[in-house]
């Protein structure tokens, strides 16, 4: 039996190389949907190529080859056994909750929708029976490596630390966006790749691994490793260490969720070389020169909407950066000062946090005008 699919997010970069480990495995995948922004074009040829039944895009009226539905009624079809959630930013979070109210399973690269709500999507995937499978590389380690989550005693979340690891906080403040866009190990989207240099992006990764291993923020550890080919570990209570190893290479997470809890050969193109990778080097994260780590870890410890303003205010701040209006530096400036105006509400409902974020993305605009 074909595993039915559907790619929210199919022409960036999880998206396309999803369709990459797809077209290996042709015979175990159907795709319902496929699903585009603004890159029409690409949509049309991913359609062409892969025959869904319905897509998603900004312009509905564009596109061709399928029945044009809204991300809601692509997640409100039963008809899928999974969707895959790799469109960027907060805009993953609604169809995901509808995939979920409708018993789809979930192969989750969007991290944006567990820092904004990790609690109310935990909680109604536990009500719904439905499986979370992480794609990202870290937490897709993590779930290779435990078996029995009341026996792990920490998280350890590797960090490739970035464009700037070993640059002076000068040069970091005098980043050009290029410079920040040039991410020494993966070839990723424009925001996740600025999230990597400032580090903000392991800080939503601890956020994330908290919410999908519900582990304690002080039992989840970030040690920077340059090389990423251990792409993360757990403690036992005894003191063993398991971790994942492999190439730096999203293919092989992305097969890993969508046809978990099967293996198969697929994408992968040759065998592991340890005496190939010679060495695995590992350092402190720098805590000054990387702030938005430990905002991420207030965030998370202060629970309730201080994440969805953390959340908000990044990516506000970071739109803004890669439109040349303010500096690298200003992002995590920006997001401080908004959570340190941030009243937090605890437990919020779905619709406080939309009403939440949309407070916060305002307030963050018009102190970006004042930055710019
Ligand atoms: N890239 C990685 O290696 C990686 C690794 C781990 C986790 N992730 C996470 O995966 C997610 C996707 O990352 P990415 O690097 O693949 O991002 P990306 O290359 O920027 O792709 C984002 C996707 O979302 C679509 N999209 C953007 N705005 C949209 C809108 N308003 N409505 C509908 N679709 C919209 C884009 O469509 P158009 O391009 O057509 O506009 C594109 O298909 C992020 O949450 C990221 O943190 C990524």
């Not at 580090?199 to 490793?225: C, P, R, S, T, W």
Request: with cysteine.
């Amino acid at each position: 039996m074909k595993r039915k699919i559907s790619i929210l997010g199919s022409t960036g970069s999880i998206g396309r190389q999803a369709l990459e480990v797809i077209e290996k495995l042709e015979d175990k995948f159907e795709i319902i949907a496929l699903t585009a922004g603004s890159n029409i074009n690409l949509l049309n040829e991913q359609i062409k190529k892969f025959k869904p039944r319905y897509a998603y895009a900004n312009d509905l009226k564009a596109i061709e080859g399928a029945e044009p539905l809204s991300l809601e009624e692509i997640c409100s079809n039963k008809e899928n056994d999974l969707i895959l959630v790799a469109v960027s930013g907060k805009i993953g979070l609604k169809p995901t909750v509808t995939a979920i109210n409708n018993g789809i399973d979930i192969a989750l690269a969007n991290k944006e929708t567990l820092v904004m709500a990790g609690d109310i999507v935990m909680d109604l995937a536990r009500k719904n029976g439905v499986k979370i499978i992480p794609v990202d590389s870290e937490h897709c380690a993590i779930h290779q490596c435990i078996k029995n989550i009341l026996q792990v005693d920490k998280l350890i979340i590797t960090a490739s630390g970035g464009p700037f690891l070993h640059k002076s906080v000068e040069e970091m403040k005098n980043a050009t966006v290029e410079q920040a866009l040039a991410h020494p190990r993966w070839n990723m989207g424009r925001k996740i790749t600025v999230d990597s240099a400032t580090l903000m992006n392991k800080g939503l990764e601890v956020i994330e691994a908290h919410h999908l291993f519900n582990m304690d923020y002080d039992k989840i550890e970030v040690v920077v490793h340059p090389q990423s080919v251990i792409h993360s570990a757990i403690e036992y209570v005894d003191g063993s260490v398991i971790a994942q190893l492999g190439i730096p290479s999203m293919h092989i997470p992305i097969q890993y969720a969508i046809t978990y809890p099967e293996r198969y050969e697929g994408i992968k193109t040759h065998s592991f070389s340890f005496s190939e990778i010679a060495r695995l080097d590992f350092e402190e994260p720098d805590w000054d020169k990387f702030k938005a780590l430990s905002l991420a870890y207030q965030a998370g410890n202060i629970g309730g909407s201080a994440t969805v303003c953390l959340n908000a205010a990044n990516e506000e701040a970071v739109f803004a950066f890669l439109d040349g209006k303010i500096k690298l530096f200003d992002i995590i400036d920006t997001v401080e000062r908004m959570m340190n105006l941030h009243n937090t509400k605890a437990n919020p409902t779905l619709e406080e946090i939309f009403e939440i974020d949309g407070e916060i993305r305002l307030k963050t605009q018009e102190l970006l005008l004042k930055l710019a």
